[in-house]
């Protein structure tokens, strides 16, 4: 099964409100990314967190990572209709490289 | 190149028949990935390759299918006597270094008939 779970797996909302996407994971990590898939093709990464720090901005997004929870969020402010796409996190497990993949939660801004 | 370059974009074939499909990474990226996305659908892991070291092939659905990566750069997927449910986007990804963030390409659309 995946290591992250997105929650939920679809949110629709106004123009200019803020997004709120949630991703558990099972394991102990190294770190925790956060991509955006426009069209179904390739992924572009937003942020990423270590598994050490607790909170971080770029932009628009913040993103909080706690460990004790194996939880994540990610939060969009005032969300733009450019914004609609799908949302993954994905994670690297301590002791393994690869990278593994939640389901996403597909966001759409309605303007 | 300036990003991660897939091709083809897209193939349909006919089921029993042999795929190939090519990733190019981003020129000094030593880790390269391979993921399928069915439809909607979140990424599955097929298989990840870290510089010289053997690479971590846990995600392969099935004996059909393999990968390699020639010279540390160039990747090649390829399923065997392919059956309709390995139709999906495969895509490829590289970064710097194992835990850097992924440059994804546009992918391959695999559809077989």
């Known amino acids: 099964s995946q290591q992250g779970e997105e929650d939920p797996q679809a949110l629709s909302i106004q123009e200019g409100e803020n997004a709120t996407m949630n991703c558990s994971y099972k394991?102990?990590?190294?770190?925790l990314q956060w991509y955006r898939q426009n069209s179904g093709r390739g992924l572009v990464h937003l942020i990423l967190?270590?598994?050490?720090?607790r909170e971080k901005h770029s932009g628009r997004l913040r993103v909080t990572l706690d460990t004790s929870k194996k939880s994540s969020s990610l939060l969009i402010t005032a969300s733009r209709a450019a914004d609609t796409a799908s949302y993954f996190c994905?994670?690297?497990?301590?002791?393994?490289?690869?990278?593994?993949f939640g389901q996403g939660t597909r966001l759409t801004i309605n303007p | 190149g300036a990003g991660v370059s897939q091709s083809p974009s897209n193939k349909v074939t006919e089921k029993g028949k042999d795929v190939e499909l090519r990733c190019d990474p981003i020129?000094?990226?030593?880790?390269l990935y391979w993921y399928r996305q069915s439809l909607g659908q979140g990424l599955e892991f097929l298989i990840y390759?870290?510089?010289?070291?053997?690479?971590?092939k846990s995600g392969l659905p099935s004996d059909r299918f393999s990968a390699e990566r020639t010279g540390g750069s160039v990747s090649t997927l390829t399923i065997q006597r392919t059956q309709q449910e390995d139709s999906a986007v495969y895509l490829c990804?590289?970064?710097?270094?194992?835990?850097?963030?992924?440059?994804f390409g546009n992918g391959t659309r695999l559809t077989v008939t």
């Open positions: 990804a590289s970064s710097l270094e194992s835990g850097s963030p992924l440059h």
């Open positions: 394991t102990s990590i190294n770190n």
């Open positions: 967190i270590r598994s050490n720090e």
């Open positions: 994905a994670t690297d497990a301590t002791g393994a490289q690869k990278l593994v």
């Open positions: 020129s000094g990226h030593t880790a």
């Open positions: 390759f870290q510089g010289n070291s053997a690479p971590d």
